[in-house]
């Protein structure tokens, strides 16, 4: 479908070295462009059995306490997701949604989608005005939720594969809300940059005494946040859906004007899904099926790349247009074809195919830019998701994506719960063809029916070395650059030869096909490269930093962890 819209064309680079095999083996110092933010070489943590790595160094290591117990990979996972609810309240949640890949050392692969869904109140055009154009109220305030998928999410996967109960595993959680924690930089200035969302909800309270943010160096407490956590240990993810805290969520939707109610929580459940399992030069490619778009666009984007021999050096024009013209493509099938599997029919195993891959490489020419429908389209809201990976002792491992979506999500708290809820019904098309506040342009196959669950580009995965040994636990926040991020960290630790640490270092780039523009790092690309790529025919945008990853790269002896160099955030092992 995507090759048709396109005139064949040849571009083959000579063939050129065997596919790579290397997996833990000595990896060079990568070559970045003269000026760019970060110096090759650098270092991440390294620890010998395990390693947490999240935007919280807190929440992390709330997952080392856990493993240290003895919990495996997704016991540490569940904790460090809990934590995360609370020391990084940006995106960490128990108001939003995720997915979650787990790989069992033993060879299961898992996959379970804890998406937020469309209230049963909700309508297809419920974000119009009545001259039928978008409000914003898919982003801000009560109308902007989805039904929460986080708790029931954590806590099926923590059922299906943990060893430790649900009780033990929240308890570090617990403590940092009940007790408090001591509030950093980071956070200061990330809810001061939200103020104004902040301010117009319940949250004021908590995160803005006396108007101000907290500040840095004082101690954060959330009491209402520990006695839902006390809750949840105490009764399961029921006490969220039916109890007291499902009477507390519907009842200020109600009393707000929004659609959530106690028959919408009651109904809620995770989904357990087949993983994507692809292959890349010899690797294994484990990732999230819809109601994520992230898996398929990524295999895809990879199957594309792969049908060349070898990619050209990193950071030469001719690698960057390759990468950015296989990212066009797989964009358009997301953006047009992909939607929760129970309403539109996705055809994963054609998108995902090594042929379907060969026809659309087959349409890249050498040297020219191809061009997609342009839309106008502009980022409206900070954004704010958060990824985090887990290996252990054993071998297994656990990568997760949760959201709000924006930072703080809609901005509504729900005081007596001491949550702030998700604006993700903002991810669906709420007007198809019309972009959102991720420029995104979607069409049918996403647009909003009740029950849905809304696309998603969070792309947790895992990646096995060509021995089936786990080799990479990755993935990204950033809305669509999550796809385009995660994929190009692969491409550096796989056809790059990259560390962990050069990989996320690296300058990113990304293309989502409309608006049909490249965006780039300031200082990520050389201006050589720059002019060769203006000269092909691709089209510009800058911008201070794309995406935010956590990652484990499993390493002789070990495991390298690193945080978002971009970021806050902390890798924590033992
Ligand atoms: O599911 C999605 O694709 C979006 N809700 C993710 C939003 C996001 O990554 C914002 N963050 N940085």
Redesign the pocket.
């Known amino acids: 479908m995507v090759a048709a819209l396109f005139a064949a064309a040849a571009c083959r680079p000579p063939a050129g070295a065997p596919p790579e095999t290397r997996s833990v083996a000595a990896r060079a110092a990568a070559h970045f462009p003269e000026g760019w933010r970060f110096a090759s070489g650098g270092g991440a943590s390294f620890a010998a059995d395990a390693m947490v790595s999240s935007n919280s160094e807190l929440a992390s290591r709330a997952g080392v306490e856990i493993l240290k117990r003895g919990g495996n990979a997704v016991d540490a996972a569940v904790a460090t997701g809990f934590a995360l609810a609370v020391t990084h309240p940006a995106?960490g949640n128990l108001g939003g949604g995720g997915f979650m890949v787990i790989r069992m050392a033993d060879g299961r692969n898992a996959a379970i989608d804890y998406r937020e869904i469309a209230p049963l109140a909700a309508t297809r055009d419920m974000y119009l005005d009545s001259d039928g154009n978008l409000t914003d109220k898919s982003v801000i305030g009560p109308l902007a939720s989805g039904v929460p998928g986080s708790v029931a999410g954590m806590a099926a996967a923590l059922a299906k594969f943990g060893n430790l109960p649900l009780k033990e595993v929240i308890a570090p959680a617990i403590r940092l809300a009940r007790d408090g924690f001591v509030v950093d930089s980071a956070l200061y200035r990330s809810l001061r940059g939200s103020s104004r969302k902040i301010t117009r909800f319940d949250g004021a309270a908590v995160f803005f005494p006396g108007g101000e943010p907290v500040k840095p160096g004082t101690r954060l407490m959330q009491p209402a946040l520990a006695r839902t956590l006390q809750a949840i240990a105490d009764k399961g993810p029921d006490a969220f859906y039916k109890g007291p805290i499902a009477d507390s969520i519907a009842a200020q939707m109600k009393r707000d004007g929004g659609i959530i109610t106690k028959a919408d929580l009651a109904a809620y459940e995770p989904k357990w899904r087949t993983p994507i399992e692809s292959s890349y030069r010899g690797y294994s490619i484990i990732a999230m099926p819809p109601s994520?778009s992230g898996g398929i666009t990524t295999v895809e984007t990879l199957n594309i790349l792969e049908t060349f021999d070898k990619l050209p050096p990193f950071g030469s024009a001719e690698y960057d247009h390759l990468v950015v013209e296989a990212f066009r493509r797989a964009f358009i099938d997301r953006n047009t074809r992909l939607g929760d599997p129970a309403f539109v029919n996705v055809p994963i195993a054609e998108l995902t195919s090594k042929s379907y891959a060969k026809e659309l490489a087959s349409t890249i020419k050498a040297d020219q830019a191809s061009r997609t429908p342009s839309f106008a389209a502009s980022a409206r809201e900070p954004?704010?998701?958060t990824h985090y990976s887990v290996a252990d002792s054993k071998g297994n491992a656990v990568a997760t994506t949760t959201?709000i979506?924006?930072s703080y999500g809609s901005g509504v708290y729900i005081g007596g719960v001491g949550i702030f809820m998700n604006n993700?019904m903002d991810?669906f098309s709420a007007q198809p063809g019309h972009a959102n506040q991720f420029g995104l342009v979607q069409g049918e196959a996403n647009a909003i029916v009740p029950g849905k669950r809304m696309l998603?580009?969070?792309s947790p995965t895992v990646v096995l070395d060509p021995d089936k040994n786990l080799f990479l636990v990755i993935g990204a926040?950033?809305?669509?650059t999550?796809i385009t991020a995660t994929t190009q960290i692969i491409l550096n630790t796989i056809d790059n030869h990259m560390t962990l640490a050069d990989a996320m270092r690296a300058p990113r780039l990304h293309q989502q096909a409309w608006p049909d523009s490249v965006f780039y790092e300031r200082g990520g690309i050389a201006p050589a490269t720059l002019d060769s790529l203006t000269a092909m025919g691709h089209r510009f945008g800058e911008r201070g930093s794309i995406a935010?990853s956590n990652g484990v790269m499993r390493v002789e002896g070990g495991y390298m962890g690193l945080s978002e160099p971009r970021s806050s955030g902390g890798a924590v092992g033992y």
């Open positions: 995106a994520s954004m704010h998701t959201t979506n924006s993700e991810d998603s580009a969070m926040a950033g809305g669509p999550i935010n």
